[in-house]
């Protein structure tokens, strides 16, 4: 087998979204890793810097993934739907045409910490309609290793005699989603499509990715290969290890609406403006 070496480390840089929400931004939309445009941490156990949350706005053309590490979020959107993030749980949502949504704290103190990715959809499913996949934690599977344990979000990871399933389905770009801890010293090879594009972002410690020391806070991007390899540095290491097949289409980004051309963003600005959304 083939494994992947790193082609480029990325640092995040200290953002803030929403209604003045404190974050790092690990993955840019204006430098996405096709089909993954944005990944963003947020970690505080501030209030101020979580507690303002994100009010009402929209999206259309691409897919968002919330994944609560710790603390409580609510989501709620113009079509009614409604759900409670807490800790461990994780929400993926397909904005399709359009969708008007919140995502508040539901917290006045302690931490709030987890991720937000954006993935991208393909022409053909931009104007699908919205969808939500709403992830309780006991629906996670959690795979226990010599030394570590895998958390199964979405994609498919072979273990011993069997393959764990995440709950995460019918997704085009077909994404593997895993949150790997190990210990020092401690090895694991994730097997990955070897023309899948492929991310291994460290937020705990440090782990050993393809021989080569990713400290917590960075991004690794790796190149094509069967399967990445990860070990335990001197102290145990947690990171998010994330691929999917490319879509290979022309990317057009302006906030929150993603598309082929301007001109679709443009007409996804009227949209939203004439309350198109809504209908």
């Not at 790092?24 to 209030?47: C, G, I, W």
């Not at 937020?203 to 917590?216: C, K, T, W």
């Not at 947690?238 to 906030?255: D, N, S």
Request: hydrophobic fraction near 40%.
């Amino acid at each position: 087998m083939n494994e992947r070496e790193i082609r480029q480390i990325l640092v995040g840089q200290r953002a803030s979204d929403g209604a003045g929400v404190r974050l790092t931004r690990v993955l840019h939309p204006q430098r996405p890793l096709d089909p993954f445009l944005m990944l963003d941490e947020f970690n505080s156990d501030q209030a101020d810097d979580y507690i303002a949350g994100f009010p009402p706005h929209p999206h259309r053309g691409f897919e968002t993934v919330t994944y609560m590490i710790e603390g409580k979020m609510l989501h709620e959107d113009h079509l009614g739907n409604r759900g409670l993030l807490t800790s461990g749980a994780v929400q993926w949502m397909t904005a399709g045409r359009g969708i008007i949504h919140s995502e508040m704290p539901q917290q006045e103190e302690g931490r709030m910490r987890g991720f937000q990715l954006w993935i991208n959809l393909p022409a053909a499913e931009k104007m699908k309609p919205p969808a939500y996949q709403d992830i309780a934690p006991e629906q996670i599977p959690v795979v226990a290793l010599d030394g570590g344990r895998v958390k199964v979000i979405a994609g498919r990871f072979p273990h011993q005699d069997r393959v764990v399933t995440g709950p995460v389905r019918g997704v085009t770009t077909d994404p593997l989603y895993l949150d790997v801890q190990l210990a020092a010293g401690k090895r694991l090879d994730v097997p990955t499509p070897a023309d899948y594009t492929a991310l291994v972002y460290v937020f705990e410690g440090e782990l050993m990715v393809a021989d080569q020391a990713v400290r917590q806070g960075q991004l690794a991007r790796l190149g094509p290969g069967a399967f990445i390899c990860l070990q335990g540095s001197d102290g145990a290491g947690r990171a998010l290890v994330l691929a999917a097949r490319p879509i290979g289409e022309p990317i057009a980004q302006y906030g929150p609406f993603v598309m082929n051309t301007m001109a679709e963003v443009e007409q996804a600005i009227r949209d939203y403006q004439n309350g198109r959304y809504t209908e």
